[in-house]
C-alpha cells in the first residue's frame, strides 16, 4: 500500500523566473492537492540538511549552494499513490532527458536548475515535510 501524500518544492530559479503560479496550477490540473504550502530561503546548512543523502557525490556543493540562493516554495500534495506518480509528472533529473509535457521539461533549465523537488520514497515525503511544516501546518 502507497501512501497519498508527497512533499514538492520549487527550486530558486524556477520561483526567480516567475513560474510559481502556472507550476501550482498544473501540479492541481494533474489532481494533486495542495495540504500545505509556504515559501521561505533555506540556509546553506539547511539545505545541506534536507540533501543529507547526497552529502558524498561530487555536486552536493553546486546543489545546497542553488538550493539556498533564494526563496523556495515548499508544498505537501495529496493524491493516491502520491510519490510514484508525481516523480513521473515532473520528469526525469535532467530536464533534457523529461518527457515532453513534464513540469521538469516545461521550466527546468539544467540538471540543477531543474525546476522542482519530488519525494522519491513515502519515507522521505515523511521526512521532507515535517522538515518544512510543523503538524498545526499540515491539518
Ligand atoms: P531527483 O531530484 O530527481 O530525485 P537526485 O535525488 O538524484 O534527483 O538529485 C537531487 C538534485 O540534485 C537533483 O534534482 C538536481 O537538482 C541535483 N543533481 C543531481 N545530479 C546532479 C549532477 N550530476 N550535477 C548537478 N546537480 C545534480
Ligand atoms: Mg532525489
Known amino acids: 500500500m502507497t ?3 508527497t512533499f ?3 527550486k530558486p530559479s524556477a520561483f526567480k523566473a516567475g513560474y510559481t503560479g502556472n507550476i501550482l496550477t498544473k501540479f492541481e490540473e494533474g489532481g494533486y492537492k495542495i495540504i500545505a504550502l509556504k515559501k521561505t530561503t533555506l ?4 539545505a545541506g540538511y534536507f540533501y543529507e543523502m547526497h552529502r558524498e557525490r561530487p555536486f552536493y556543493g553546486e546543489l545546497t549552494d542553488f538550493m539556498s540562493s533564494g526563496p523556495i516554495i515548499a508544498a505537501i500534495l495529496e493524491k493516491d499513490n502520491a510519490v510514484e506518480s508525481f516523480r513521473k509528472f515532473i ?7 523529461a518527457e515532453e509535457g513534464t513540469i521538469r521539461k516545461i521550466y527546468g533549465k539544467s540538471l540543477s ?3 522542482v ?3 522519491d520514497s513515502d519515507e522521505s515525503a515523511e521526512r521532507e515535510a ?5 503538524l498545526l501546518e499540515r491539518v
Request: net charge neutral; aromatic share 10%.
Open 3 to 5: 501512501g497519498k501524500l
Open 8 to 10: 514538492t518544492m520549487i
Open 43 to 46: 540556509s546553506k546548512e539547511q
Open 91 to 97: 520528469g526525469a533529473t535532467d530536464p533534457a532527458k
Open 113 to 115: 536548475e531543474n525546476a
Open 117 to 119: 523537488h519530488g519525494s
Open 130 to 134: 515535517s522538515f518544512f511544516f510543523s
